[in-house]
């Protein structure tokens, strides 16, 4: 968490909102990394990483250090997040089957899932 100058705790929540807004309308990827932030989930305002047909949605993923990430399995086939450093390691997930991992440590974390180990992301934790 870096700040931006905000001190009142109402303008910050204002501006976090703006943020977030512009960050999920534009789509923008970051200087350098490439990654876009994901976009909410409607359950717990978590960033959520979508398991589509065969491919992780974003495939990279920018977040800041201590968030919790959601993946959600929205395809048809069971599919896992593991990380190839061990951070994280999700069980098998069903259709509609979500996992949470609450991201510390900064840097740039490839995962695949377990099941096609050709279905590669990233997060990158800044
Ligand atoms: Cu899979």
Redesign the pocket.
């Known amino acids: 968490m870096t700040g931006r100058g905000v001190r009142l705790a109402a303008g910050a929540s204002l501006l976090a909102s703006a943020a977030a807004a512009a960050c999920f309308s534009e789509r923008v990827a970051s200087a350098g990394d490439g990654c876009v932030a994901p976009a909410d989930s409607t359950a717990g305002g978590s960033p959520l990483v979508r398991?589509v047909d065969?491919a992780f949605e974003p495939s990279s993923a920018c977040v800041t250090a201590g968030t919790t990430v959601t993946w959600r399995?929205d395809?048809a086939?069971?599919?896992?997040s593991v990380a190839d450093g061990g951070g994280w390691s999700s069980p098998l997930l069903s259709t509609g089957g979500t996992f949470t991992a609450t991201l510390t440590e900064v840097g740039t974390h490839t995962y695949?899932?377990?099941?096609?180990p050709a279905?590669q992301a990233r997060v990158v934790v800044r």
């Open positions: 398991i065969f399995n395809g086939q069971l599919h896992s695949v899932c377990s099941v096609h279905m």
